[in-house]
Structure formats: C-alpha cells, structure tokens
C-alpha cells in the first residue's frame, strides 16, 4: 500500500521589532543590544521568533526634512509605531531639546510616544527603562552636564509617577547587559510559551519513532527543566548575614575574576593537589586565558573536561554557575561549545552512594521534585546526552 507522501509543515516565524531609544552617554549599553539578541537566538528559535533590532546610529541616514531630522527620518527608519519592544537607557544626560518636538529631546519624544500608546489602549510596544546608577564624572564647573544630569532626574520621576519599579537600575554596562538579557528571556517565555508545534524539527531518536505528550523529552519539559536552573541559580545566596537582603543579586552582575591555566607540556602527572601545585607543575610550560575560554583551548588539545582548582571562598561554585547560565542565555557562544548542550549543576556533597553508579546519581539530581518534570525524564535526558556537566564540590564527596 502506498500512503500519500508527507508534507512538511511551514514554520512560520514571528518577527519582533525592538527600538533601542536613549542619548548619546550610553554607547557602550547600545552597542551591548545586538549581543543580547543573539544570545536570544536559540530561544527565539523554540518559539518561531526573530528579533530585529534598530538603532538610530545604524538605521538613519543625514538628510534634511521640512519637519525635523527625528520625524522625517527617525520615526520611518525605526519604525517605532510598529516597535514590539522599546527599550529605554539612560545616564547621565536627557539629551538636546528640539523645537521641532515641542521643546522636548528625541529619546523623550520617542519614549513617551510609545507610553501613549500604550495609555491609548494598545497592548505593544512592551517599554522597558534602564537608569545607570553609577555616578558620572561631572566636573562642578561644567554647569551643561549639570543641566543636563537635573532634566534627567526630573523625567526619571515623571516615569517612575506612572508607576512604581518602572525604572530598572544597573550598575554599569556590563550590568545592563546581563540585566536586559534576563528580562527580555523572562519577557519572551511569559509572552510567548513553548507550545510543542513551536518546537524546532529535530531527528528522530534512536530510541523512539515520534515525540508524544508523554515523551519526558518533549520540548516543553526540556523547557521547563532550562528554567527551572536557571532560577535556580539566576541569584546570589549569601551566608551569614542576619539582615535580609531586599534586592536579589544577580549572578551575572558579579566580577569573578577566574583564569584558566593551560598545559602545554607533552607529558607529566595531569593530576594536581591544588591551584598552587598546578602553578609549580607547569611551571612555564603554560600561558593563562579567562575561564569562558577554557572550554576552547582544551577541545583544541582533543582534552574533553575543564577542572576549577582554588582555595574556599575563591569563586568555585560561583563560577560554576555563571558558566550554566551562560550556557543557557548564550547557547555557548561565549563559551565554545555546542549550542544545544543542555547544563547540569551537579553537587557532588549529595553524593552518598556509589554502588548504583554514576549515572543514577546524574539522573536523581536531574530529576528534583519542585521541577515540575515527568517520571523519566531524568534518565531519558542523560540517555539522550548532549550534557554539560557541572561538578561542584570534589572535596565534599564522602568518600
């Protein structure tokens, strides 16, 4: 019997314009956008989305227009009044008001355009507004920088008037950063969930001929498991402070300066007591690079693994964890590695009993209770592979 032939579903993919609005002092943060895009990739991808950004110093052109630089050209190369997602920055300026605008700046006419919008009953664009709290080096006598520094407070209180915690605070450019990535994956998941038509065709697997519901690899408790870490260990947990920490710290908010040492010598003990017995080891045969490049270098030496050696309190777990997000937010870009490895923090502390192996160990940390995941999937995810695996804790295993 012949069956008729199979035709390929079409994907169709939802493309999201963001508006990146704000004065000039905030080049760094503007230039950091396209990087948090792409780091957006991989999830965008599960949920049929493509982000395309623009900013005025990449989609304009000089040209002069009867009613103004910003209406005649800003708005028609921006296309803010079809922005999906308007994001906001500032610093230390407001910028140069224009008559043309009413006496108003182009990031004020810009962003209150699109809050009008939304007041006019509109659901888009979603708006988001970063305040750079870190002081800026304003000299006393400079009395512009300090005009300019007193408009921006004084907007920043209008917009926060529409509502409390509407203005973001960040420390830094490399803050916003890893803030904005945050936000805009916590955005997307809630605005669009994965559906399982959403996800992207893959290979049938050896060890089963088609996805169903109650497949523990559907891509919808894949999904859940990737949110679930990355709550996890999205914050900081501090020990030892008996006040109650208001605002949680970001994880990737933190400087943990870690290096790795690479092994150029051709033979010799691979096996080290600690950083400062490695250190003596290699002697000169070894050159540092940062950890995020780690993963790299050793796959250039056919080696598979990175091993973190340092004392207590020297960032070990910390970076541990910065590492699976990064592997989450990024798709190891940053990293070297393959887009599609799936991270797993692994404490090695609740590792009682061997006798059953390694594997049942990975697939009882995979498979914790408040994960909200499938009987299986554990298991099924370490039989699939594709797994990066995070031991954190070498010297509290029990034996």
């Not at 790795?260 to 045969?285: E, N, Q, T, W, Y």
Request: net charge negative; glycine share 8%; aromatic share 6%.
């Amino acid at each position: 019997m012949v069956g008729a032939a199979h035709e390929p579903k079409e994907t169709r993919v939802r493309r999201l314009r963001l508006v990146v609005v704000s004065p000039s002092d905030v080049a760094a943060e503007r230039a950091a956008v396209p990087r948090v895009v792409r780091a957006l990739r991989r999830l965008c991808g599960e949920r049929g989305l493509l982000i395309d950004e623009y900013r005025w110093e990449c989609d304009t052109y000089p040209a002069f227009r009867a009613e103004g630089f910003q209406r005649g050209v800003v708005d028609e190369r921006l296309g803010l009044a079809d922005a999906d997602l308007v994001i906001a920055v500032f610093w230390a300026r407001l910028g140069t008001p224009d008559d043309n605008l009413g006496g108003k700046t182009g990031t004020q006419y810009e962003l209150d355009g699109a809050l009008d919008r939304l007041i006019a009953g509109q659901k888009l664009p979603h708006v988001a507004v970063y305040y750079n709290s870190t002081p800026p080096s304003i000299d006393r006598r400079n009395k512009a920088a300090k005009l300019q520094q007193q408009a921006l407070h004084d907007y920043l209180e209008q917009l926060e008037a529409r509502g409390e915690g509407f203005v973001q605070e960040y420390a830094g450019s490399d803050a916003f950063e890893a803030r904005l990535l945050a936000d805009l994956e916590t955005l997307l998941r809630d605005a669009y969930p994965l559906r399982h038509s959403d996800a992207v065709p893959k290979e049938p697997r050896a060890d089963a001929a088609a996805m169903s519901d109650g497949d523990p690899l559907d891509p919808k408790h894949i999904d859940c498991y990737r949110r679930a870490i990355e709550h996890e260990h999205a914050h900081l947990t501090l020990a030892g402070f008996k006040t109650r920490i208001r605002v949680p710290i970001q994880l990737e908010e933190l400087h943990v300066p870690l290096h790795a040492m690479v092994d150029l010598r051709p033979d010799g003990d691979a096996a080290f007591a600690d950083s400062a017995h490695a250190a003596i080891c290699l002697g000169k045969a070894t050159f540092e690079v940062p950890l995020s490049q780690a993963f790299a270098e050793a796959a250039a030496r056919n080696r598979r693994g990175v091993v973190i050696l340092g004392d207590p309190g020297a960032g070990k777990s910390t970076h541990l964890a910065r590492l699976l997000l990064s592997q989450l937010r990024t798709g190891g870009a940053r990293l070297g590695l393959a887009p599609d490895l799936d991270p797993v923090f692994l404490r090695l502390r609740e590792l009682k009993d061997l006798s059953a192996g390694l594997d049942a160990f990975i697939e009882s940390q995979l498979q914790v209770a408040d994960r909200d995941l499938p009987a299986g999937f554990g298991k099924a995810l370490l039989q699939r592979g594709r797994l990066l695996l995070l031991f954190d804790g070498l010297d509290e295993v029990a034996d």
